[in-house]
C-alpha cells in the first residue's frame, strides 16, 4: 500500500507540474501577442539542447533560419519566457542603443560559491562597469604590442614542434596542436609561466585547461538558461580541484613578484597594478587623464578571476578559430596560395616577424575575418531585460527579468546577408562589402560596451600562429575529416567534433 501511495503521490506530482507549465508558464509569449514556437513540457526550447541532440549555436541557427520573416521569436528556455531577436536594427536597440535595460548577460555567476566565476564576461551591473574601466586600458594597443614578444616566441616553438611531428606522423591533429600553443601564449601572458604545453602535452596545464571545458550538455544548458537552480542548489561551474589549481597558481605567481620585485610586460603585471594602486599605469604615449580615476583597488580572488577567464577565454577560442581557418585553407587552395604569396612579401619588406609586419598582413586580416564570419566561437549573445521596456519600432513589452538571445551563427549564415554562405570567401572583407552590410550583421565578438575586450590579442595570437605555419608549410585535408565539419554538441563554444586531422609538408 505505502507502495502505491508513493507512486500515486509520484504521478499527481508530474501531472500537476505538467498542467502548470503547460498552461501558466508556457503562456507567456502568446498572451504578449508574441510569434512563439511551441513549447515542450518541461524543457521548452531547448529539449534537444539539453539531450545532447544538437549544440546551442546550432539549435539558435535553426531557429533563427525558419522563423526569420519575425523580427522577434518567442522561445522557452526551461521555464524562462526567451526572445530570440531576428531583426538587425532590433540587435542594434538590444545591445547599444537600450544597454541601459540589457546590460547584463544572465547568464551564471556566484563569486560566493564559485569565485572564478566573478569575471568580466560573467559579472552583472555595477560590478561589471566598474572593472570593465579598470581592465580596458589593459587591452590597449600600446599594451599588445609589449606582449608581442611572446606570442613571437611562442609561435616559432610552434612551428617548430609541427616540424618535428610531420616528420614521423601521417597527419596532425591540429586544433590540439592549436590549443598547445594557445595555453602557452596564455600561461605566458596572464600568468608569466612558461607552460612548455608543445614539449609536454600531458602537463597539469593542459590537464586543468581541458577540465574547464568539460561540461555536458546538461550542466551547460543549466548554467546558460536556468543559473537560479544552480544558485539554489549552490552548485558550483568549476569543481573545486580546478578552482583550488587556478587561484593557488594565481595567488603564488602573484606573492614570487612582489617578493622580487619582478616587473614583466604581461596581463599579471597589469592586474598586480590594479591590486596594488586601483589602475592599469598608462604607457607614456597613451592618455593618462583617466588613469587613476576610481582608485579603488580589486582582491586577489577577482584579479585571479580575470586572469582565469582570459585563460580559458584566450586558449580556447582562438584555438577553434584557427583550426577552422586551416581547415578553410586546406579545402581552399587558392586561398592558401595567396595568403603565403602576402606573408612571403610582408617578410621581404619587414626583414622579420613584428607587429607591425602582421598588421601589414591584410589579406590575412580578411582571411581570419571570414573564419569568424563562418565559425563564431560564441555562436550565441545573451542579455537579460535589467529594466522593462517597450521595444522600440514593436509591440512587444519586455519585462525585467526576461532573457533575450541574438542568434550569431544563424545571421552570418543568413543567405540574404552573405550570398552562397557557406563558401569561404575572404573578399566579403573588402572595404566597400563590408560597408555595404548592417553594421549588427558581423558580431564574432559581440557589440555595444559589452564588446569583447580581448578582440585585439584574439586576432593577434590567431594571425601569429597561422602565419607560422603557411610561412613555412603546406596544408592539406587528411581523409579522416568529415566535409563538411561536424559541430561538437556540447561545448557552448563552435568546436569541431573529433578535431581536425591534416597533412602538413614543408614549403
Keep these: 500500500m505505502l507502495f502505491i501511495g508513493l507512486i500515486t503521490a509520484i504521478v499527481i506530482a508530474l501531472c500537476s507540474l505538467y498542467i502548470y507549465f503547460k498552461f501558466v508558464v508556457f503562456t507567456f509569449w502568446r498572451k504578449k501577442g508574441v510569434f512563439y514556437i511551441d513549447p515542450v513540457v518541461p524543457a521548452g526550447n531547448v529539449t534537444s539542447l539539453v539531450i545532447g541532440k544538437i549544440s546551442v549555436g546550432e539549435l539558435f541557427r535553426d531557429i533563427y533560419l525558419k522563423y526569420k520573416g519575425h523580427r522577434a ?17 532590433l ?36 560590478k561589471w562597469r566598474n572593472l570593465r574601466v579598470k581592465l580596458t586600458p589593459t587591452f590597449t594597443s600600446g599594451k599588445l604590442k609589449q606582449m608581442f614578444a611572446i606570442l613571437k616566441e611562442s609561435g616559432e616553438e610552434f612551428a617548430k614542434s609541427l616540424e618535428k611531428i610531420a616528420e614521423t606522423e601521417p597527419c596532425i591533429e591540429i586544433k590540439e596542436m592549436f590549443a598547445r600553443y594557445t595555453t602557452d601564449i596564455i600561461m605566458s601572458a596572464a600568468f608569466g609561466i612558461k607552460s612548455n604545453c608543445l614539449e609536454k602535452p600531458d602537463n597539469e596545464f593542459r590537464y586543468w585547461g581541458k577540465k574547464v571545458l568539460e561540461l555536458g550538455s546538461f550542466k551547460n544548458a543549466l548554467f546558460l538558461f536556468a543559473p537560479q537552480i544552480a544558485d539554489f542548489f549552490a552548485i558550483p561551474l568549476l569543481d573545486r580541484g580546478t578552482s583550488n589549481f587556478f587561484i593557488n597558481m594565481f595567488r603564488d605567481t ?163 546577408i552573405y550570398p552562397n554562405p557557406d563558401k569561404f570567401d575572404p573578399e566579403r572583407f573588402d572595404a566597400d562589402q563590408i560597408a555595404a552590410r548592417h553594421p549588427y550583421a558581423y558580431l564574432p565578438f559581440g557589440e555595444g560596451p559589452r564588446v569583447c575586450i580581448g578582440t585585439r590579442f584574439g586576432y593577434m595570437q590567431t594571425k601569429v600562429g597561422i602565419f607560422n605555419i603557411l610561412a613555412k608549410f603546406k596544408v592539406t585535408l587528411h581523409p579522416r575529416t568529415p566535409v563538411p565539419l561536424i559541430i561538437d554538441e556540447a561545448p557552448v563554444i563552435l568546436s569541431p567534433k573529433g578535431g581536425v586531422h591534416l597533412i602538413i609538408e614543408p614549403r
Excluded: W
Design 73 to 89: 521569436i518567442g522561445t522557452y528556455t526551461f521555464f524562462k519566457p526567451n526572445l530570440v531577436i531576428a531583426d538587425l536594427d
Design 91 to 126: 540587435i542594434r536597440i538590444v545591445l547599444t542603443k537600450e544597454f541601459a535595460s540589457f546590460h547584463d548577460r544572465g547568464f551564471y555567476c556566484n563569486e560566493k560559491v564559485d569565485p572564478l566565476s566573478g569575471h568580466l564576461f560573467l559579472l552583472p551591473g555595477k
Design 254 to 416: 602573484v606573492k614570487y613578484r612582489q617578493t622580487h620585485n619582478i616587473e614583466k610586460h604581461d596581463f599579471m603585471n597589469l592586474l598586480i597594478q590594479l591590486m596594488e594602486k586601483g589602475y592599469v599605469v598608462p604607457d607614456e604615449k597613451e592618455d593618462t587623464t583617466d588613469a587613476s580615476s576610481g582608485t579603488s583597488k580589486i582582491t586577489m580572488l577577482e584579479a585571479a578571476a580575470q586572469a582565469f577567464v582570459f585563460f580559458i577565454a584566450g586558449f580556447e577560442t582562438s584555438s577553434t578559430t584557427a583550426t577552422y581557418c586551416l581547415y578553410e585553407l586546406a579545402i581552399n587552395q587558392d586561398v592558401q596560395n595567396k595568403l603565403r604569396q602576402e606573408i612571403d612579401e610582408v617578410l621581404k619588406k619587414h626583414g622579420e616577424v613584428t607587429y607591425n609586419a602582421v598588421n601589414d598582413m591584410t589579406y590575412l586580416h580578411k582571411v581570419i575575418s571570414e573564419t569568424l564570419r563562418k565559425y563564431p566561437p560564441l555562436p550565441m549573445l545573451n542579455r537579460i531585460c535589467t529594466k522593462a521596456l517597450d521595444l522600440p519600432t514593436t509591440n512587444i513589452h519586455i519585462p525585467e527579468g526576461t532573457s533575450v538571445t541574438i542568434p550569431v551563427l544563424g545571421i552570418q549564415r543568413d543567405p540574404a
